[in-house]
């Protein structure tokens, strides 16, 4: 097996780099774009997880290692079989994504990556601590059974990685229409991480937006609804240990006081937002009110008809 190197650790400095370049851009435009302590947050959950990544790396690797001695396959280490593996943990990295905002659990561990309320390079830098507590690392599980080499496996996940710290920033606009049309950009990304409800759970792609676009999750960014970034519920705080641990609080908050083992259940399971008595708001109950707010908005400036004008203004007076 050959030694590989953990491309994003090579990466790191060019992040740093990129991070300061984009910071001088992005102030000489608008200082907003950057805000002081949330970048040393972001900076400092990054950090974290770089720290908790060496702790449990081990155990996943090994873990890789135990599922790969059942594989259907040998596969060597030709150049063209990284491409394969990086296509199809690319697939695995959009359903692990999509679950992520799907299901509390997971999306207690991910929410740290959107709980910023700025969109630039450093909130690419956000990361979770609790990956390995959330299990997300289950999703890469097919391909050490297809025969990929979990060495070949976490290197295409660290160059996907590395690819989609780029699109995270508004000094970009749009990328050529054949570009947009298959890769994720930072127009297509700037949507994910939107609040507005048009764009919510929308756009998982970690590399190709061609996965949104087959399953139908596939939203592009208007000029007439510019994103709001952050959580639905922001923390209204920079404390580090309550970004990186806020969900798991809440998870167990609930599952204690929850009034049946079904309620306890889906308060783990369940879409976040979930709630037994249906007080708290989900990503669908939130685009449904927006959705009739549309289509009331739509038939407020519906055109009255010139029959029905004429009716009104030129019509005689029912008799009594």
């Known amino acids: ?98 679950s992520a905002h799907r299901v509390r659990w997971f999306w207690a561990s991910h929410v740290i990556h959107h709980s910023s309320q700025h969109y630039n390079l450093s909130t690419a830098l956000r990361q979770t601590w609790t990956g390995f507590i959330s299990i997300g690392f289950l999703f890469r599980l097919p391909l050490f ?60 792609a970690g590399v190709f937006i061609v996965w949104d676009k087959w399953f139908g999750t596939y939203e592009p960014e208007r000029g007439d609804d510019r994103p709001r970034y952050g959580i639905v519920k922001n923390l209204g705080s920079f404390n580090v240990l309550w970004a990186a641990t806020h969900e798991w609080i809440g998870i167990a908050s609930d599952v204690w006081h929850a009034p049946s083992w079904k309620a306890r259940w889906l308060y783990i399971a369940a879409p976040p937002g979930w709630s037994h008595d249906g007080s708290r708001d989900t990503s669908e109950t939130i685009k449904a009110r927006w959705q009739a707010r549309q289509e009331r908005g739509a038939e407020w400036k519906k055109p009255i008809s010139s029959s029905s004008a004429e009716d009104r203004a030129g019509a005689p007076p029912q008799a009594a």
Not at 176 to 183: C, Y
């Open 1 to 98: 097996m050959p030694d590989l190197p953990n491309p994003v650790d090579l990466a790191i400095p060019g992040f740093v780099l990129l991070v300061l370049a984009e910071m001088v851009v992005a102030w000489a435009k608008d200082r907003r774009r950057y805000c002081p302590r949330d970048t040393l947050t972001s900076l400092a959950l990054g950090l974290g997880s770089t720290v908790a990544g060496l702790i449990t790396g081990g155990a996943v690797f090994a873990l890789a290692m135990w599922v790969w001695q059942f594989r259907l396959f040998d596969i060597s280490y030709a150049w063209y079989w990284f491409v394969i593996a990086f296509v199809i943990d690319d697939l695995a990295y959009y359903l692990f994504h999509r």
């Open 145 to 204: 059974l297809i025969g990929f080499p979990p060495a070949m496996v976490f290197f295409v996940a660290g160059i996907n990685l590395i690819y989609q710290f780029w699109i995270h920033t508004e000094v970009i606009d749009r990328m050529p229409k054949w570009f947009e049309a298959v890769m994720n950009t930072p127009s297509h990304h700037r949507v994910h991480h939107a609040t507005n409800p048009r764009y919510l759970d929308k756009n998982y």
